[in-house]
């Protein structure tokens, strides 16, 4: 198993390019995340999707988009790329919404610059 | 909403122990788990309190009081390699699932 995949791992835009990260996971879990992680800041949660179908803004959603494209993959989006968005995004999944534990597998990462 | 707080820095030598508390406030509480992160990887779990008292692997253990809101890792025969950020993390709030994670603290074992 390659447990939770993400593309590019490095990334440079200029301020008004957009992009899609990308974020497959083989481990057949129903939620999957995308963090944004900045120094001192820790992990911040940008969108999640709890099951197939269904998305929900995390702490910092402004400027992102993302799409449940199965219950494999789930994409993020930068329609205009700003510098505040320079940053290491991470992607991770896990197996259920309910239940004792709910243990986070994260990718890892994309490290990305904008200029 | 849901804060935590973590101290920032922690050092050590090889060989001690060392203890990173984590104090939090959430509506609704359903876990503290300790995830930690090496410099340019990715966070990896380390574990999970459902319930109060101590939990062991290995050299690590992990302690939870829900009344106090309060937990704490311990990491005992520090090695170089357990030189790492680690970060707690809540289960709680209105969604179960979503995690809510503290800034991380960086050990570093020194020789």
């Known amino acids: 198993n390659a447990g939770v995949t993400q593309t590019p791992k490095f990334q440079v835009l200029k301020t008004g390019q957009s992009m899609t990260l990308q974020c497959a996971q083989d481990?057949?879990?129903?939620?999957m995340y995308w963090y944004r992680q900045d120094p001192g800041m820790g992990l911040r949660l940008i969108y999640y999707?709890?099951?197939?179908?269904?998305?929900d803004k995390g702490e910092v959603p402004n400027g992102y988009n993302v799409s449940r494209l199965n219950k494999r993959e789930f994409s993020l989006r930068l329609e205009s790329a700003a510098p505040s968005q320079t940053s290491v995004y991470f992607c991770?999944?896990?197996?259920?919404?309910?239940?004792?534990?709910?243990?986070?597998?994260f990718g890892p990462g994309t490290r990305l610059t904008v200029l | 909403g849901q804060s935590l707080e973590q101290p920032s820095e922690v050092t050590a030598v090889e060989g001690a122990i060392v203890q990173i508390n984590c104090t939090y406030q959430?509506?609704?509480?359903?876990?503290l788990s300790w995830y930690q992160q090496h410099d340019g990887g990715a966070p990896t779990f380390l574990s999970y309190?459902?319930?109060?008292g101590l939990e062991e692997t290995g050299r690590f253990s992990s302690f939870l009081s829900r009344s106090d809101s309060y937990g704490y890792l311990l990491l005992q025969e520090l090695q170089m390699k357990d030189s790492a950020s680690y970060f707690c993390?809540?289960?709680?709030?209105?969604?179960?699932?979503?995690?809510?994670f503290g800034r991380g603290t960086q050990l570093t074992v020194w020789p």
């Open positions: 959430t509506s609704g509480f359903y876990g």
């Open positions: 991770a999944s896990s197996g259920g919404v309910s239940g004792r534990t709910d243990t986070q597998y």
């Open positions: 999707s709890a099951s197939e179908g269904t998305t």
């Open positions: 309190n459902g319930l109060d």
């Open positions: 993390a809540v289960k709680g709030g209105s969604t179960l699932g979503r995690l809510y």
């Open positions: 481990m057949n879990h129903n939620s």
